[in-house]
């Protein structure tokens, strides 16, 4: 590594310091409330009408790990 980056990354690394001294370095808005594991045992031997008939709204996270695309729905 040249001087420059050396300095660059060290000027970075400041300035993380400093932010993680302010509290959470990289915040963000997004809170889940629920858990999958959590709504697949509450919900495992409920049937798709009665799924359909309740109204359920969670928020929930994770990562896409397959998309597959089969005409206009995608999965």
Known sequence: MTDE???LIK???RKL???REQGQAYPNGFRRDALAADLHAR?????NESL???AH???IAGRIMAKRV??????
Do not use: C, I, Q
């Open 57 to 59: 709204s969670v928020t």
């Open 43 to 47: 919900f495992e031997h409920a049937d």
């Open 17 to 19: 310091s400093l932010l």
């Open 11 to 13: 000027d970075r690394r």
């Open 52 to 54: 359909e008939s309740e």
């Open 70 to 75: 089969m005409g206009k729905a995608s999965f």
């Open 5 to 7: 980056e050396n300095k």
